[in-house]
């Protein structure tokens, strides 16, 4: 906050104490209301996630607008395409990497339930489900949608693929295409100035509150805890995804392209298929500690998916 805000700040205090005690009483009013909806909203069990640490990096930021980290890392792939391959050869469907670094996603998160939630009025609340979305360019990039797999940690791999067959063919031609250009469409109509604000209205009734709307084509909690994005489907190599602040969303993973790569294996230089996972991520929900332990569990996960991720 610069000096001048400060000075405005100090001088309304002054005003109304001295003045008028009208805008003291409206601000109280309105202080009340915002504790009782955080009273309402946010049940005693989650508490525990309220400590002293959580609030200071809470008190920190305001909503997505500054408090990223970002970090990669580096997966070897070979027996991720080879057990793609098997399952693709087995089910005739069509198994891609983007498919099983979902599954692996869903997997992970019931054990970061500090990172699969929701700041609600100041405080912490987690999700009830393990959701993870993933976006898919529609109208041949010109465009992008989203779709998103509720209860991710539940769900098989077969599930998720065939899930997915089903909601992208309708997201780029069908039905879920025309859900998405009308909850889309009213940005033609509505100057660039008022759409953060609509933005934020979406959010907050969403996300915060965590009502739908199915008349607008609105989900709540519509990314759920990790949103995936696989730009290596058109070249890039190195690439981190800004976080969309009107979704809300906690974990971001932006896959590479696979690429043929120099490794280390007991002691000897061998040639591997790679890829670069990269990760922005909110600092309010986690610290780099954190974010370290769940890069290591999915880099397991996909380095050896039959061992961790079955496909039934």
Known sequence: ??????????????????????????????????????????????????????????????????????GSFKVRVNKALEYINKIREKTGKKVTIT?????????I?????????????????PHK????????????????GMITYSECDKKTLMNIV????????SLKTGDEKEKHKKASGIYKFVPSCLGGILLEIVAFVTVLLGISVPSLNLKKHPAGGILISNVGEVGVDLGYAPMPTFLRCNVLIALSKIKDDIVINNGRVEVEKTMNFMITADHRF????????????????IEDPEKYIPFE
């Not at 498919?99 to 997997?107: F, Q």
């Not at 998160?109 to 609340?125: C, E, Q, S, T, V």
């Not at 489900?129 to 992008?144: K, P, W």
């Not at 065939?162 to 063919?169: D, G, L, S």
């Open 1 to 70: 906050m610069n000096g001048l805000a400060v000075c405005a700040i100090i001088s309304s205090i002054i005003y109304v104490f001295l003045y008028n005690w009208t805008y003291l009483t409206l601000y109280l009013l309105f202080l009340s209301a915002y504790f009782l909806l955080s009273h309402l909203l946010t049940p005693p069990s989650a508490s525990k996630w309220n400590s002293a640490h959580s609030k200071y990096l809470i008190s920190r930021f305001s909503d997505p607008d500054g408090p990223e980290i970002i």
């Open 99 to 107: 498919h099983l670094v979902s599954k692996a996603s869903g997997a």
């Open 109 to 125: 998160m019931p054990d970061f339930p500090d990172m699969n939630g929701k700041l609600a009025f100041g405080l912490y609340k």
């Open 129 to 144: 489900t393990c959701d993870v979305s993933c976006l898919v360019a529609i109208d041949e990039g010109r465009d992008l």
């Open 162 to 169: 065939e899930e997915a067959e089903t909601r992208v063919k």
């Open 286 to 301: 986690a610290d780099g500690t954190r974010g370290a332990k769940l890069e290591n569990r999915m880099k397991d996960m």
